[in-house]
């Protein structure tokens, strides 16, 4: 095909028996922690028949094996690329790696690349191999790695870009694209910055190693550009000889879908794939495929260099079945290509519906208009849209108002927001397809076919409360009553859709389906609870009087009986709950008037699109099907864990997880989360899901548990009169220039109490007047958790008195700008808190009076904790906050990410000492804020929470005989005050002479 665009910049095949780690091309790599360390002494050479590993396309090759790693070990690669694209650092390039994990090392985190040289504690490396065998960062994995299989990896870079900066390959196919900015952590060290001109391999800064594992590589390649998808189609697969730097004549496939490992996919196996020639030509006559190894016809059409060959199977694959396809083909240099997927199948129900008794699908309306007998009516802010704007083709128009029926080629394009603003091509998602959809034998491609009905809420201003009833139906003569219709729904956290049918003319309401965010109902809450609490973001009504809690906007009246039909549905997910729905409505039977009722609310969400409305007599039902799976975790001790599956059903739906085959008590929702896991939590969930029809029991998921990892980003104690800690990475400075002039490095004594009796030095802070004032922090090392991009699990502490009298004192604040108000404040009547989340008593602050001040967060699992001394004074419980006002930036985040002891207004602010601060990256247990205690002049310090022993005592032939438990020193006084004396060398049972007529012993850990 010829030279590529992009130079071989280093090369290494580790085939040079002197020297292994020489390059072909470039310096020869180097163990980062040198010569003579752990990964030296841990690092294998060989050929692929002499470690008992499988050879590459059947022939012997030469590799390295290396190991699990921790901080301090791994390898550096010099790369040998200048800075490039306009840049500081290598903006354009591309990394290219032949590699093996067995399957020890397969469905755990396996770090790959990098960038960072220094590979501080705690700092993630830029691309991983996730649990499900990924490649990618930042919650965007592609692709699938399986174990015991040479895989050609490739990462390519172009931070020029103004999205899809980085692209993914695996054996020359695409698999996805991640984000990252110019400059960025995905830029490279130039050869300007020898020797740091590098990048660190298999590796990252976590200490124990729990992101890396063992494996195999064979060829690394380093190209000082960004090559395209089809030059790394030409590098193809893995071979023996290692990765080419000029690619022969050749055909490649540059497209296969379904993806190798693909899940839910299609029932129908619909197949695309593309065959570039690259100096070879493809013979389109000798193009086969095979699925399960049975010829199947395909078409296949050949467009200048390009050969496009499709297939749809002509009968649906059962639910939930693995299959494969192989492709097999000839080009004219008589070489042959053979490539197999294998996919497996949506967990699918195929719905069978009877003619309706009534039908309505929208097509014989007016767009813009409704159907005879729909009537539509609103309680949103009228504000919201111009009376004046009709244009459907924009959502903040008159037009959407209301629910109204509209052309569903119009969400094909792009579409105008609020009201004559920008176009968004956001809506083309209302038509995203979901291959789960199957009715009478054939899958649903399209749920919206022609017209539908219409309601939106997003990309409008103002609050948005949508009605719409249906006509009266007279079901008098019908039994086993049903409702089926085409759903095209997006949740948005705060919004709600609501369906209900009445019998009575309206005078009752019946539940149909309340669809809220998954979160609010995952562990199964208070059914109660979640329709009548304030929704932090739901709509708010005038008059009447609605809002802020969901349950305002139904009909039904709200009792624990509302819980199957309350359906959470996952924040921002396009696809999900795209169903064909189906109901079951007993209440209908024989009934003369039902009518329907749609509710949908919203600020600034999402859509609710309805089509092929049917009402139906149906005499059998199905039971739930589980379209999505629970999948296996692995979490540290200490961090939380959720399984969740999305169920799929024609009417309401309980259900119960179990562990290893137990029922949990009380753990009855779609989900199940496990706060700060233990190694007793380790082991198999399972979910029964029940229906009318039947039970429907899940695929196991299992939790495996590792050590905790805890990262102390900061210590301080202001002991050398200065901000710096004594322990942690976290700098703490001042906010501008006039702060460090403003506070004081002072020692208790005098007019401020000593802490426990003993001297203590302190920060003295003012009431800052001034915004900018304040102390900053900067968690240098940090990086998102909780599968969020900002720090969510976090603990904060003080020792701090504030003089009295008390007024408005801020503790923190989130916005490291400080351009709004605080997060945790003290109030003037000595409550410690912020409105979001609660407030304890007041008095739970005292003036002139040394505390020591908790704010632990899990802000994932939606909890906050505060404590005073060790004793819990408040905790919030509710909704998910991932990622909101309450995360904390992180050092990949430029500037600042927290500031101390200050607001904007000025207005509330007080005077604070403070002798000791302590910011740790874990949502502190309760156990270990209990063993803290309260401040002392030492300092704040986590103490390690052991557990007591068990101490029994007899007398035996006048001598006292203690047992005990485990390690631990036994004392003995003739008081329980002591003092205590230590009995040297004794060991349990240990027999002793008694020195006192009453003598006390114990056992100290």
């Known amino acids: 095909m010829g030279p590529l665009s992009a130079a071989v910049t280093g090369l290494w095949n580790f085939d040079q028996p002197a020297n292994p780690l020489a390059g072909a091309v470039g310096d020869p790599i180097e163990y980062l922690d040198g010569p003579g360390g752990d990964t030296e002494a841990a690092t294998v050479f060989g050929l692929t028949s002499d470690l008992g590993i499988p050879d590459i396309n059947g022939e012997p090759a030469a590799v390295m094996g290396f190991p699990q790693t921790d901080q301090w070990m791994g390898y550096l690669l010099h790369h040998g690329i200048a800075p490039n694209g306009g840049g500081w650092y290598v903006n354009q390039w591309t990394i290219i790696m032949d590699v093996l994990f067995p399957a020890a090392s397969t469905g755990v985190w396996r770090a790959l690349i990098q960038t960072d040289t220094f590979n501080f504690q705690d700092d993630d490396a830029e691309f991983y191999l996730n649990e499900s065998n990924g490649l990618g ?8 790695v399986p174990a015991d299989t040479w895989v050609r990896l490739a990462i390519a870079v172009d931070l020029t870009r103004d999205s899809d900066q980085i692209t993914k390959y695996i054996n020359g196919v695409k698999v996805g694209t991640n984000t990252g900015e110019f400059d960025s952590r995905f830029g490279l060290n130039g050869t300007d910055l020898e020797p740091d001109d590098a990048v660190l391999l298999f590796t990252d800064g976590y200490f124990d190693g729990p992101y890396s594992a063992p494996g195999y590589v064979a060829s690394i390649q380093a190209r000082d550009l960004c090559m395209t998808d089809l030059e790394i189609a030409a590098l193809g697969g893995p071979q023996a000889d290692g990765i080419p730097t000029n690619p022969p004549a050749q055909t490649v496939v540059t497209s296969f879908t379904p993806q190798d ?34 010829p199947v016809t395909v078409d296949v059409v050949k467009s200048g260099t390009t050969t496009t060959v499709t297939f749809q199977s002509d009968t649906l694959l059962p639910p939930g079945s693995q299959h494969s396809l192989r492709l097999s083909y ?49 309680l949103s802010d009228p504000a919201g849209w111009d009376p004046g704007n009709t244009d459907p083709q924009d959502l903040g128009s008159a037009v959407f108002a209301d629910w109204t029926v509209i052309d569903s080629t119009r969400f094909t394009e792009s579409m105008i927001t609020y009201d004559g603003g920008d176009p968004t091509d956001d809506y083309q998602r209302v038509l995203t397809p979901n291959p789960a959809n199957v009715v009478n034998g054939e899958v649903v491609d399209n749920l919206a076919s022609g017209q539908m009905l219409f309601g939106n809420t997003g990309y409008r201003n103002g609050d948005v409360v949508i009605y719409i009833t249906s006509p009266v139906y007279d079901l008098s003569s019908a039994d086993d009553v049903y409702l089926a219709f085409h759903s095209l729904y997006e949740q948005n956290q705060d919004n709600l859709g609501a369906l209900e049918y009445t019998t009575d003319g309206g005078a009752t309401w019946l539940p149909i389906l309340y669809m809220v965010d998954q979160e609010e109902v995952a562990a199964g809450p208070d059914v109660v609870a979640v329709l009548t609490a304030p929704n932090d973001d739901q709509v708010v009504t ?13 009909g039904a009246p709200i009792t624990e009986a509302l819980a199957p039909y309350l359906s959470g549905r996952i924040d921002n997910d396009p696809a999900g709950s795209k169903r064909v729905e189906v109901f079951r409505l007993a209440d209908a039977d024989q009934q003369g008037a039902v009518q329907f009722r749609f509710v949908l609310t919203g600020t600034d969400s999402w859509y609710w699109g309805i089509d092929n409305f049917g009402i139906y007599s149906l005499s059998e039902g199905v039971p739930p099907v589980i379209l999505t799976q629970p999948t296996s975790q692995t979490r540290h001790i200490g961090d939380s864990a959720e399984f969740s599956v999305v169920v799929q059903s024609e009417g309401p739906v309980t259900y119960q997880w179990m562990f290893n085959g137990t029922p949990l008590d009380g753990i009855v929702g779609p989900g199940v989360i496990v706060n700060a896991v233990t190694d007793a939590e380790a082991g198999v969930y399972t979910v029964a899901v029940t229906n009318a029809v039947g039970t429907t029991l899940s695929n196991p998921a299992t939790l495996t548990v590792l050590p905790a990892v805890q990262t102390v980003f900061g210590r301080w104690d202001f002991a050398l009169g200065d901000l710096t800690p004594i322990e942690g990475t976290c700098v703490l400075d001042y906010a501008d220039g006039e702060t460090s002039g403003l506070v004081a490095f002072e020692t208790t004594g005098g007019g401020v109490p000593n802490i426990g009796g003993q001297p203590a030095d302190f920060i003295r802070i003012p009431a800052f007047t001034n915004a900018t004032n304040g102390l900053h922090g900067f968690f240098t090392d940090s990086t998102g958790d909780s599968g969020g991009e900002y720090l969510n699990q976090y603990t904060l502490i003080f020792d701090m008195l504030i003089p009295g009298p008390l007024n408005w004192m801020p503790i923190f604040n989130t916005n490291p700008a400080n351009e709004n108000d605080a997060d945790w404040y003290v109030d003037d009547a000595g409550a410690i808190g912020i409105a979001e989340l609660g407030y304890t008593d007041a008095g739970t602050i005292q003036p002139d009076q040394w505390q020591r001040v908790a704010f632990v967060a899990d802000l994932g699992l939606g909890l906050v904790r505060y404590y005073v001394d060790g004793v819990l004074v408040y905790q919030r419980t509710g909704g998910s906050l991932l990622d909101g006002g309450f995360s904390l930036y992180t050092g990949q985040h430029e500037g600042p990410d927290l500031v101390f002891f200050n607001e904007p207004s000025g207005l509330y602010t007080h005077e604070v000492l403070v002798s000791s601060m302590f910011i740790i990256n874990d949502a502190l247990a309760p156990e270990i804020l209990a063993a803290m205690g309260g401040p002392t002049a030492a300092g704040i310090e986590i103490v390690p929470v052991v557990e007591a022993p068990e101490v029994s005592i007899a007398f035996s032939g006048g001598k006292v005989v203690v047992t005990w438990d485990g390690a631990g020193r036994l ?9 205590w004396t230590e009995l040297i060398g004794a060991t349990s049972p240990m027999q002793v002479e008694p020195t006192a007529a009453v003598q006390f012993y114990r056992v100290v850990r």
């Open 261 to 294: 490992g693909q899940l839910n996919y299609w029932p129908d196996a619909r197949t695309t794939i593309t065959i570039e020639d690259l100096g070879a030509l493809v013979d389109v006559g000798s193009v086969e495929l095979f699925l399960d190894d049975n």
């Open 330 to 378: 000839a080009d004219n240099q008589s070489t042959l290509t053979e490539l197999t997927h294998v996919f497996t199948v949506v967990n699918y129900t195929d719905i069978v519906l009877p003619e309706p008794l009534y039908f309505e699908d929208f097509e014989s309306v007016a767009e813009t208009d409704l159907p005879a007998g729909w009537t539509a009516w609103n």
């Open 971 to 979: 004392e003995q006084a003739v008081s329980a005050n002591g003092p």
């Open 542 to 554: 005038t008059d009447p009087v609605l809002g802020p809690a969901h349950g305002d906007f139904i």
């Open 137 to 144: 960062i930042s919650n965007a994995y592609h692709g699938n």
